[in-house]
Structure formats: structure tokens, C-alpha cells
């Protein structure tokens, strides 16, 4: 990582911790909110109600779909949450060590 990147990051996010395992995932995720954020002049409003159109959420984000369905019924209800970061867990495999 480029270090005047980072120093000068540092100077505006007080919380950045260098050389800390979760370094690369908060800056990327601080760096994408950054550029939606400036893609709509820092307007609350707008990123709230257009972020979702923006390129970047198009590129690297998502929605993740949670459903409920009626036992009864069969009815769904399905709820959309965007995200621009999802954590997967990964378990214990053995074809997961294999491809190392």
C-alpha cells in the first residue's frame, strides 16, 4: 500500500489503524464511501436516495435478500438490505487445504 496514501488518509480518519489485520477492508470500504459520497457532492439526501445507482455500489455491491414464507399460505415476503461488504465465512475443509 502506497505509504503517502495512507499517512494522508490518517490525517482525516483519526480511527485508521495502520499495520493492523483489518487494514485493507476498512480502507477500501472508507475509500468506496468516500467516492459515492463526492460523486454526490456529500448531500446526505442524495447518497441515501441515489447510492444505490451509483458505479461503485453497481461494481462491488449488492442486496442481500432475506425471506419469509408462510407455512400456512406459501406466501414469501422478501426484504432487500444493499451492501457494499459481505462477510463469508469459510469453515474447516479438507479440499480447502488441498488447493493451498
Known amino acids: 500500500m502506497p505509504t503517502k496514501v495512507v ?3 490518517k490525517k482525516f480518519w483519526r480511527e ?3 499495520n493492523q489485520q483489518e487494514d485493507s477492508h476498512e480502507f477500501i470500504m472508507m475509500f468506496l464511501q468516500a467516492i459515492i459520497k463526492a460523486s454526490f457532492r ?3 439526501k442524495f ?3 441515489y447510492e444505490e445507482e451509483s458505479i461503485i455500489f453497481k461494481q ?3 442486496k442481500l435478500r432475506s425471506q419469509v414464507r408462510c407455512l400456512e399460505c406459501d406466501y414469501k415476503s422478501n426484504h432487500y438490505e444493499p ?3 459481505l462477510s463469508l ?3 474447516h475443509n ?3 487445504q488441498k488447493c493451498i
Request: aromatic residues 20%; hydrophobic residues 35%; glycine residues 8%.
Open 94 to 96: 479438507d479440499t480447502f
Open 42 to 44: 456529500n448531500n446526505p
Open 83 to 85: 451492501f457494499l461488504s
Open 60 to 62: 462491488f455491491g449488492g
Open 47 to 49: 447518497v441515501k436516495k
Open 16 to 18: 485508521y489503524r495502520i
Open 89 to 91: 465465512d469459510i469453515t
Open 7 to 9: 499517512y494522508e488518509v
